[in-house]
């Protein structure tokens, strides 16, 4: 559901930063910025690609966020560990099978 890619996205930032998103705000505010299309300031230090992900899992319209197997993919094809790994035959991910794997 688009709500869980959005509080994916949050959690996501938490472990980025290891910051809370709208830290030091009340309840009320924090509604309030997120209703209003107000996201958390993501550090220079994080990566682009992640930057975007983030983003696209807090786009105000619900419709146009990633679906998770978007956001498996994004992160398949930004991570070269991951790929390594898959790429090892002597290894292998259960239940991996469902993943598109698109322009690897």
Known sequence: ???DV???GMT???ILTGKLPF???SRYDYMDAVIGGKRPEVPEYV???KHRLLSDCWEHDPAK???FGEIVN???SNSLRIREL???RSYKVEGMDWIKLEGL
């Open 86 to 88: 898959v790429d090892d």
């Open 74 to 76: 994004l992160i398949f």
């Open 12 to 14: 996501c930032y938490e």
């Open 6 to 8: 959005y509080s994916y």
């Open 65 to 67: 966020r990633p679906s």
């Open 23 to 25: 830290d030091g705000q």
């Open 1 to 3: 559901m688009a709500s």
């Open 47 to 49: 990566e682009e690609w």
